[in-house]
């Protein structure tokens, strides 16, 4: 590599979410605007939250924006896209935000469950395919994906509280 990607660590707290809505695995207080600004998508640019189960919920500024879309398997979310993440993404989009389920015990909290895991190095397979060169998608998981044939911009980890596992937020650019 002839650059060196970013790494950092954010500690963040749960998030609460408008009308006081619960969620397993929503976004963590202050991720979307952290992510966001690595993906390189100004709020007004349109984002896809993939497995974005109930991220137009968020409630601070600077994390989901007025063009932004949810793409997630579970209908009663009312996602822009009513998908399988494993199938091809919808294009048109400045960046892709992922946040599936970190692992098939973690689907099952959902409701397409454990049978409907997406696997992180296809998540971001599917992402680049929809993107244009030179545009990112950014994904948090357990897992730091492989994403051959492209710039490795960034690898954050991320803490909710102390007791907690530790998250990896990285974001890979098409070449």
């Not at 409907?116 to 993107?131: D, E, F, G, I, T």
Request: aromatic content about 14%.
């Amino acid at each position: 590599m002839s650059y060196r990607p970013i790494t950092d660590f954010w500690f963040l707290a749960r998030a609460k979410l408008k009308g006081g809505a619960k969620y397993y695995g929503a976004y963590l207080g202050g991720f979307p605007e952290r992510a966001r600004s690595l993906l390189g998508a100004t709020i007004d640019e349109p984002v896809l939250h993939v497995c974005g189960g109930k991220a137009k919920l968020y409630p601070y500024a600077g994390g989901f924006g007025p063009n932004d879309k949810t793409l997630d398997l579970d209908e009663s979310l009312e996602p822009d896209f009513w998908q399988d993440a494993r199938e091809p993404f919808p294009t048109g989009f400045k960046a892709i935000l992922m946040d599936p389920p970190y692992s098939e015990a973690d689907a099952a909290h959902y409701a397409p469950g454990a049978a409907q895991y997406p696997k992180p190095n296809l998540l971001v397979k599917n992402a680049l395919a929809a993107l244009r060169p030179g545009q990112r998608v950014g994904i948090i998981h357990y897992i730091l994906p492989a994403a051959p044939d492209t710039r490795f911009v960034a690898c954050v980890a991320v803490a909710c509280g102390f007791n907690n596992r530790l998250r990896c937020y990285s974001v890979f650019e098409k070449k």
